[in-house]
């Protein structure tokens, strides 16, 4: 079975700060996929970014950066500088290319971005 | 031009009701999903659909069904509504080939909010 954890709760910080949401995975899969998912207040569901098992290079996009690391099986996201507009619940989640899991999906991280 | 979309926003019933909520896509892609969310925003697959197969999650009550008239749309069904179903439902969406896999990126819609009174 597939399992992402996402072990902080809620993270609290002021605004310009960096911040790191951690997401540990498990799968006996050979080849997966990783996601991450913004929630804003709004309620909608945003998508940031996709990986395959393949590629552990790490991806910057603006304030945004990603660290994939196979070893460990996490896959980190950072936000440099952070805004309020960042205020939100970020979920990782995993997918595979068989059995009827669709996509696993961690508890997500309360992220608040104090002004 | 919302890629995935869902009606109604909310919805409000009584115990014992049936309802449906609509979800469609103009993405062209291949497989549809819902998901639920609970109240502590857990996020869990309940059906993903494409032409040729449905694969259901197996804790998924058999009063749940999903009806796709074509392509672009997977609507949910649910007969005898009951207080645990009150939760937002997200239809998505993803090229995938086959129903059951997970390894292209998934659209959501803006997601569907059920109260059960």
């Known amino acids: 079975a597939q399992k992402v954890t996402q072990a902080q709760t809620e993270i609290s910080v002021v605004e310009k700060e960096d911040v790191t949401l951690d997401c540990v995975y498990e799968?006996?899969?050979?080849?997966?996929?990783l996601f991450w998912y913004k929630q804003p207040p709004s309620g909608e569901l945003v998508f940031l970014i996709r990986?395959?098992?393949?590629?552990?290079q790490n991806e910057i996009s603006g304030r945004y950066s990603w660290n994939f690391q196979k070893s460990t099986s996490s896959f980190n996201f950072t936000i440099t500088a952070s805004q309020v507009v960042d205020s939100a619940v970020y979920f990782c989640?995993?997918?595979?290319?068989?059995?009827?899991?669709?996509?696993?999906f961690g508890k997500g991280t309360h992220l608040i971005i104090q002004p | 031009d919302t890629a995935v979309s869902q009606t109604p926003k909310y919805l409000v019933t009584q115990m014992g009701n049936d309802k449906s909520i609509k979800c469609e896509q103009n993405?062209?892609?291949?497989?549809m999903y819902w998901y639920k969310q609970d109240s502590k925003k857990f996020l869990k697959i309940m059906f993903s659909?494409?032409?040729?197969?449905?694969?259901i999650n197996e804790t998924v009550p058999n009063r749940f069904s999903p009806k796709s008239p074509d392509k672009a749309h997977l609507n949910l069904h649910i007969n005898s509504l009951e207080l645990g179903d009150s939760a937002v439902y997200f239809c998505?969406?993803?090229?995938?080939?086959?129903?059951?896999?997970?390894?292209?990126?998934?659209?959501f819609g803006p997601g569907t909010r059920l109260t059960v009174l």
């Open positions: 998505a969406s993803s090229h995938e080939r086959l129903a059951g896999g997970s390894t292209d990126t998934q659209y």
């Open positions: 799968t006996r899969d050979t080849t997966y996929y």
């Open positions: 990986r395959n098992s393949f590629d552990e």
């Open positions: 989640a995993l997918g595979s290319g068989g059995g009827a899991d669709g996509l696993t």
């Open positions: 993405l062209g892609h291949d497989t």
């Open positions: 659909y494409n032409n040729k197969e449905l694969i």
